[in-house]
């Protein structure tokens, strides 16, 4: 017999190790009666059954190919959304050929080269009694204070600090804007979305318009988003439109002493021989809204970025967007302010709707379907990371 057998066998184990079975077996029952972990085991047996991945395993191999078959159509799919979202491209350029009448007639307004005509400056308002009370007070109060006013004091020329105005009133704007960038963006005359010509990469460009100005002498700045409509090759299935995926921007001309996004630093430097000290001077990046015209550019070499440069990224992405499909197509709105009341009060029905929800169990299904309605063609390109 070896040495290292654990038992001889003798009359005596046989009945330590049979007492052992009997005593764990009652142990196991007296758990097994105990309600709170029967709720427990029967919850965690739930759980597993009906995960959709623990479902597919239990089907048939003849199944499972048929369901193989259908991931095929699906791909298929994408890639027939992937040319819809093409033509809706090709229509965007279109349409935006009608609109761009319109849109430098809106600069010149702006801008004051032209004045409106009593027909086109004509617009009832809901409040309008209301406002033309407040203004006969407000003009009043003008004429007293400032009976000495020139009639070009008066009557300025076009819409001063439109463009300015916008960035102030859209926190996601505002947020970029130092104070040294705000005499430049006075400058700021139009905005304008240019996109990609048929036949080339999906993409379209900001333009900046500034007129002559004391800080740079770019007439226009630019910034290009370049976008792709086609799904994954790794990841078919996650494809739900066109994605921003990198972006270039411009070299501005700033003038002599002008460019604010760097700025000068003195720093002091000892000899390690003679223990002299030296004062250089250096530039160094800063804070402006100008570096939105030097974005940091997506990793093409498949290198995955650090977080904050995808954050960065991802803002940049979502500004771009917020530019061609809010700001430019509703200038006036962000201008006065209307379209921002319009957003706030759309987050705040919703909230007032869920609220109403919970209080309504019987109706929560039907309104379900409300809250969740399918994509639409017309819904705007999205703007992810690559």
């Keep these: 017999m070896a040495e290292n057998s654990l038992s001889d066998g003798s009359p005596a184990d046989s ?24 709720a427990a085991l029967q919850e965690r047996l739930d759980n597993v059954s009906h995960t959709p991945s623990s479902y597919i395993e239990t089907l048939p191999k003849a199944v499972k190919r048929r369901i193989n078959a259908l991931k095929q159509l699906q791909v298929r799919c994408a890639h027939i959304e992937a040319k819809f979202y093409e033509e809706v491209h090709d229509l965007e350029r279109k349409y935006a050929a009608l609109y761009q009448p319109l849109f430098d007639k809106r600069r010149e307004f702006i801008t004051g080269d032209v004045e409106p005509t009593d027909a086109e400056s004509a617009w009832h308002s809901e409040n309008e009694e209301e406002e033309k009370l407040a203004g006969d007070m407000k003009n009043k109060v003008v004429i007293a204070e400032k009976e000495a006013a020139t009639a070009e004091e008066l009557n300025p020329k076009g819409i001063p600090e439109f463009w300015f105005t916008i960035f102030r009133n859209v926190d996601m704007l505002s947020e970029l804007v130092q104070e040294y960038d705000e005499p430049i963006l006075k400058h700021l005359q139009d905005i304008k979305v240019k996109f990609s010509d048929p036949g080339q990469p999906m993409s379209f460009v900001l333009e900046f318009h500034f007129e002559p100005n004391d800080y740079f002498t770019n007439p226009v700045l630019t910034k290009t988003y370049k ?7 790794a990841d078919p299935f996650s494809f739900e439109g066109p994605e921003i995926v990198d972006c270039d921007g411009c070299t501005i001309d700033w003038k002599k002493g002008k460019n604010v996004t760097v700025k000068t630093i003195k720093k002091k ?21 100008f570096n939105f015209f030097s974005p940091l550019k997506a990793s093409g070499d498949g290198e995955s970025l650090d977080e904050d440069s995808e954050f960065t990224l991802a803002s940049d992405f979502e500004i771009g967007h917020f530019f061609r499909e809010r700001i430019v197509p509703r200038a006036v709105l962000y201008f006065t302010g209307e379209a921002i ?32 309605p399918k994509k639409e063609p017309s819904q705007p390109a999205e703007c992810k990371q690559q």
Excluded: W, Y
Aim: proline residues 4%.
């Design 15 to 38: 009945a330590e190790a049979a007492k052992n079975a009997s005593n764990t077996e009652k142990l196991t029952d007296q758990v097994m009666q105990n309600p709170q972990v029967l």
């Design 227 to 233: 976008m792709k409509s086609e799904p994954d090759k």
């Design 269 to 289: 430097q000892k000899h390690k021989g003679r223990g002299t000290v030296r004062t250089i001077t250096k530039q160094v990046p800063n804070e402006s809204f």
């Design 341 to 372: 009341e319009d957003d706030d009060n759309f987050e705040e029905g919703e909230e007032g709707e869920e609220e109403e929800l919970e209080g309504d169990e019987e109706g929560e299904e039907e309104d379900d379907a409300d809250v969740n």
